[in-house]
């Protein structure tokens, strides 16, 4: 009876052993195998594909390890493939969906682009999907600017700027400006709708009017709205800045001249002043005279314009000098009317 007490006994720490035995292992082999990603394609060819069409693929993401695979992100090397995952967690022996939209607008020939993905794998925490597509654009009108920016620099208020902005039409089909918003201040010589065929150019001349503008900083843009599908609108940028305008400013040199009676022998003598404008506009003397009908200016009036000099010649006709004043100083004058314009606006 003993004996077969010490059977069982032995028969029954067997079993346990066995059993703590069989737990551990599995304990051990499922611990050893961790989640694992698998996806269906690592490269996926679209073909050709026109440029106005959105091919779409989809992916399948697997857990083939035994715990749960969590996608912590998905991330595309370009916006124009767009992504949409299915569901982030994914159990073991489970599947998600990974959508990829693609958007050729824009690109032309063969594109590659990757899309990353961060995963608690392990052994590939991030994986790359490689997507390729062969673009065939579609007929259409291209525009190309000579420039996006036009400097005023430093402007006297008053002052017209002028800017021409050439567009060209590198495209295949007619490309048509059919607007253009600009301020108050600017004005272009081009009419709306403007068509422009394709490999030809078109010069606008734009005109900036500073009369209305305050001093200092000029910060606006001109906006150009066209058929080209890849641009619809673009901008040229007006930077500048507004300064008072200098008044007119005239110089006479001598400020006075002398006649000597008794060593000028002869019956007319010349007398020359020297008027020079160093102001940014030009002036008009609109009247010449002087105090005495015995000297004679040679011009009635002139205009002077800005950084110009002119010679003003007096002449002295001496048998017109009364008697009475032969002898002995006499002053006479010389007067210029200078006209300044006075602008009224309503």
Not at 212 to 226: A, F, N, P
Not at 238 to 261: D, H, Q
């Amino acid at each position: 009876m003993v004996r077969k007490n010490k059977i069982i006994i032995i028969l029954i720490s067997i079993i346990v052993i066995v059993g703590a035995f069989l737990i551990f292992y599995n304990i051990q082999n499922k611990s050893s195998q961790p989640p694992t990603i698998s996806i269906s394609e690592e490269e996926w060819d679209f073909g050709k594909v026109k440029e106005d069409e959105r091919p779409v693929h989809i992916f399948t993401i697997k857990n083939t390890g035994r715990e749960e695979l969590v996608i912590s992100r998905v991330r595309s090397s370009c916006g124009c493939a767009a992504t949409m995952l299915s569901t982030d967690n994914i159990q073991p022996g489970k599947s998600s969906e990974l959508k990829v939209t693609f958007n050729p607008t824009g690109y032309n020939g063969l594109v590659k682009k990757d899309i990353h993905i961060e995963s608690n794998d392990p052994q590939s925490p991030k994986a790359k999907i490689t997507v390729i597509i062969d673009v065939e654009p579609i007929p259409s009108p291209q525009a190309s600017l000579s420039n996006s920016q036009w400097d005023l620099g430093l402007v006297s208020q008053g002052d017209l700027s002028t800017f021409i902005f050439t567009i060209e039409n590198k495209g295949e089909l007619d490309l048509i400006i059919d607007k253009i918003d600009i301020s108050e201040y600017i004005q272009y010589d081009t009419e709306i709708p403007l068509n422009i065929l394709p490999g030809e150019k078109q010069e606008v001349t734009f005109t900036y009017d500073s009369s209305q503008h305050e001093l200092g900083e000029v910060r606006e843009s001109v906006r150009i709205y066209c058929n080209d599908p890849r641009r619809k609108a673009f901008s040229l940028r007006v930077n500048g800045y507004i300064t008072e305008k200098p008044a007119p400013t005239v110089s006479i040199s001598p400020v006075g001249i002398s006649f000597n009676l008794t060593t000028d022998s002869e019956s007319e003598t010349i007398g020359k002043f020297a008027l020079a404008n160093s102001g940014e506009e030009g002036i008009k003397i609109t009247s010449i005279k002087t105090s005495a009908d015995y000297l004679i200016p040679l011009v009635s009036e002139f205009e002077l314009n800005s950084e110009e000099k002119e010679n003003l010649q007096v002449i002295l006709l001496k048998d017109k000098i009364p008697d009475e004043i032969q002898e002995g100083e006499i002053k006479e004058y010389l007067y210029l009317t200078i006209a300044i314009p006075i602008v009224i606006k309503r």
